[in-house]
């Protein structure tokens, strides 16, 4: 079980390599987890010449030296009899060897020799290991070395065209007549002709909405719709709490009430004592002032039901978000329009506007029907840049819609808007051009 763990691991290990010295090493160092042997050396063949790549251990394998030499060389005799497509192992014998090489290192190599062939049906042979062992390989080894170097072959594969296409682009690049053709195209590129265009938020929007608003100071108590509900003129859609102002018209009418019984009491002693006259005058306009403020606060009260200013849909975000809530005169509670009168409002940052007309060609797709194109009519541009909800400055666009099926208050998508036409260099460094100078200061 452990050495199947060791085996798993060490294919897993290499088919993450990516660099043929990483991939060298691996091999011929934990391949040994798997088959002992004394020494590995592992090599490549490009064109049917053999390249001796790493040895196992640290040391460093000297490719001029008599015994790379002599690996090279038997390596070379092995495989012009070895099969082309298939991963094989293949034992070598001393005897088999040119006599002269195996003089020369006779001393050096161990007594059996084991040629591991990596290669694969589409390319043939790319590398191998040459394993020295003191003993000959078993059956078992085989069988595990096999499918060991046919999991080497691919991915030794992978390395090697990767770094063909990297090679090959290398060598395209430092090419002069590619970097001429290179330098060209992007001249002909940067002068490349090309319309300008701005990209921005857009967002379908009611064209005359009426805004029902907060009438006084007080508590929203209740919101009589759900937002889209449609509405008459007259509905009511909104109540004010009436707590406070019931109080005030019940004390402005008492306190009213209380002035007359004074002033009908002060009318009786003015009859016997005419000094009493004098503060009639003054009960009198107590009354006047208490009549008036009894008027207000019925008038106030009057108000406590919010109506619909006009037919239409309600639009408004939630009705949670108003209700049992303190709420100030003025506050804009919800809009009432009608919802075939829309327009399409496109909210433009200051640092991505250019010069636009009414004429300027409008498209704009909505995040609800991303593959539908629409167009739209310039209808107004905004003078002055003013901030949106989230505080970003932007410039206000409102465009007529030509086709307004299927779309609803509220939808948000993308507009596209034409500008006049340029070169391609200019559209691509506008925006640094812009943020250099904001640095700059010029």
Same mark, same amino acid.
């Given at each position: ?10 294919q897993?290990?290499v ?17 040994q987890?798997?088959v ?58 001393k ?18 020799i ?16 040459w ?30 065209l ?32 090309t ?6 938020? #857009?967002?379908i929007? +009611?064209?005359? =909405?009426?805004?029902?608003?907060? *009438?006084?100071?007080?508590? /929203? @108590? ?25 109080a ?29 006259k ?12 208490k ?37 100030r005169t ?17 909210? #433009?940052?200051?640092? +991505?506007?250019? =010069?636009?007309?009414?004429?300027? *060609?409008?498209?704009?797709? /909505? @995040? ?6 629409h ?28 086709d ?39």
């Amino acid at each position: 079980m452990d050495k199947l763990l060791t085996l798993l691991d060490l294919q897993n290990r290499v088919q993450k390599a990516t660099r043929i010295n990483d991939f060298s090493f691996i091999v011929t160092n934990e391949t040994q987890k798997i088959v002992p042997y004394r020494q590995a050396v592992f090599w490549t063949q490009n064109n049917g010449k053999i390249t001796l790549e790493g040895l196992s251990g640290n040391a460093v394998l000297d490719k001029n030296s008599p015994y790379a030499s002599f690996v090279k060389q038997a390596i070379t005799e092995t495989l012009k009899n070895a099969p082309k497509h298939a991963v094989t192992i293949i034992d070598l014998d001393k005897k088999d060897l040119s006599a002269n090489t195996e003089t020369e290192s006779e001393n050096s190599i161990a007594p059996y020799i084991t040629l591991c062939v990596f290669a694969t049906e589409d390319e043939g042979i790319l590398g191998g290991l040459w394993l020295e062992r003191d003993k000959p390989l078993k059956d078992a080894e085989k069988e595990i070395l096999n499918n060991l170097c046919e999991s080497y072959a691919y991915t030794l594969r992978s390395i090697e065209l990767s770094n063909r296409k990297q090679g090959n682009l290398l060598t395209f690049f430092k090419a002069k007549k590619s970097r001429m053709f290179i330098l060209a195209a992007l001249l002909i590129a940067f002068f490349f002709p090309t319309q300008l265009s701005i990209t921005a938020p #857009v967002e379908i929007t +009611a064209r005359n =909405p009426k805004v029902v608003s907060i *009438p006084y100071d007080g508590i /929203l @108590n209740d919101v009589h719709v759900k937002p889209g509900d449609s509405v008459k003129k007259g509905d009511v859609v909104a109540t004010m709490d009436q707590t406070n102002l019931k109080a005030e018209t019940d004390q402005a009418e008492q306190e009213l009430q209380t002035a007359q019984v004074s002033l009908s009491r002060a009318g009786l002693e003015s009859l016997s004592n005419a000094e009493k006259k004098a503060d009639l005058q003054l009960l009198r306009a107590e009354i006047a002032q208490k009549r008036i403020a009894l008027e207000y606060a019925k008038e106030r009260l009057s108000k406590t039901n919010i109506s619909a200013p006009t037919d239409g849909i309600a639009i408004f975000a939630d009705a949670n978000a108003f209700e049992k809530k303190p709420m100030r005169t003025g506050e804009k509670l919800m809009i009432i329009a009608q919802p075939e009168e829309t327009e399409a409002l496109i909210t #433009v940052p200051i640092d +991505a506007m250019l =010069p636009i007309s009414k004429d300027s *060609p409008v498209s704009f797709y /909505l @995040n609800t029907q991303p593959l539908k194109t629409h167009e739209a009519d310039i209808v107004s541009i905004g003078y002055q840049a003013s901030a949106d909800p989230d505080g970003q400055l932007t410039y206000k666009i409102r465009a007529k819609i030509d086709d307004t099926e299927a779309m609803r208050i509220g939808h948000k998508g993308t507009a596209k808007i034409k500008s006049h036409w340029s070169i391609l260099g200019y559209a691509v460094l506008r925006r640094p051009l812009i943020a250099m100078r904001n640095i700059i200061g010029l």
